[in-house]
């Protein structure tokens, strides 16, 4: 998918997948639900922020 992309699109999901993998890291390190809610709806939005960059191709 990223070969497809224009430079700015592929930094910007580069950036949003990297989000998405420290919100994945802590969500597996906290041991409070809330934190893993929160962790849960940023790895959710960030996914709807990828597909959006790669659809606007």
């Given at each position: 998918?990223?070969?497809?992309?224009?430079?700015?699109?592929?930094?910007?999901?580069?950036?949003?997948?990297?989000?998405?993998?420290?919100?994945?890291?802590?969500?597996?390190?906290?041991p409070?639900?809330?934190?893993?809610?929160v962790?849960?709806?940023?790895?959710?939005?960030?996914?709807?922020?990828?597909?959006?960059?790669?659809?606007?191709?």
């Amino acid at each position: 998918m990223l070969d497809e992309l224009t430079g700015y699109q592929a930094e910007e999901i580069e950036r949003l997948q990297s989000i998405g993998g420290r919100a994945r890291s802590l969500r597996k390190q906290s041991p409070s639900p809330a934190l893993r809610n929160v962790c849960d709806a940023i790895m959710g939005e960030v996914k709807l922020m990828i597909r959006e960059v790669g659809e606007s191709s």
